[in-house]
Antibody, heavy 120, light 108 residues
């Protein structure tokens, strides 16, 4: 079964850090680019970051640049998002999604998301 | 950054009716790399249409996409009860891969 499962969300204070994980199964993870997309409570979707299959290319939304770092471990079929200097406006459900080639492929596989709440 | 605008914000229709959703881009979308996603409450988004007009795997043929350049349309030919949801367009041709604000299709 093709699946993405996110974990690592939780409650964190403003200025704090958190690391999200996404574990893939049922497809050839090492060949595919991956993304993080977030959704604030009651709001729309916001693309956050992309990483290529080989770790060679990363892209970030301006809203997270310099604070978030995307990475992956193909041996573990895992995608990560390291988040530092968290702000209240980072509160959202964070989804990982497959987008095989940046600039060419839509996001065809999505996880169920993990909730991040930034609050004191 | 390409800004996407969707209209209307809410579409109130009855089952069996036709739904027409619009997505307008602030500049031309590279190679018409425009996707449509459906999201139901408490669920992750689901890819419906990619490349402006190609249906994703398993998507019923009542869903169709059209358009090019800066103007795109998602049409649901006859609404089924399970189609009432929020629909987002997204351009994935150039980073940042922006989404529109969404159109909610609800039951009249």
């Amino acid at each position: 079964e093709v699946q993405l499962v996110e974990s690592g969300g939780g409650l964190v204070q403003p200025g704090g850090s958190l690391r999200l994980s996404c574990t893939a199964s049922g497809f050839s993870f090492r060949r595919d680019g991956m993304n993080w997309v977030r959704q604030a409570p009651g709001k729309g979707l916001e693309w956050v970051s992309h990483i290529s299959s080989s770790n060679a290319t990363m892209y970030y939304a301006e809203s997270v640049k310099g604070r978030f770092t995307i990475s992956r471990d193909n041996a573990k079929n895992s995608l990560y998002l390291q988040m530092i200097s968290l702000r209240a406006e980072d509160t959202a459900i964070y989804y990982c999604a497959r987008g095989r080639i940046a600039g060419r492929d839509a996001f065809d596989i999505w996880g169920q998301g993990t909730m991040v709440t930034v609050s004191s | 950054e390409i800004v996407l605008t969707q209209s209307p914000g809410t579409l109130s229709l009855s089952p069996g009716e036709r739904a027409t959703l619009s997505c307008r881009a602030s500049q031309s979308v590279s190679s018409n790399y425009l996707a449509w996603y459906q999201q139901k409450p408490g669920q992750a988004p689901r890819l419906l249409i990619y490349g402006a007009s190609s249906r994703a795997t398993g998507i019923p043929d009542r869903f169709s996409g059209s358009g090019s350049g800066t103007e795109f349309t998602l049409t649901i030919s006859r609404l089924e009860p399970e189609d009432f949801a929020v629909y987002y367009c997204q351009q994935y041709g150039s980073s940042p891969f922006t989404f529109g604000p969404g159109t909610k299709v609800d039951i009249k």
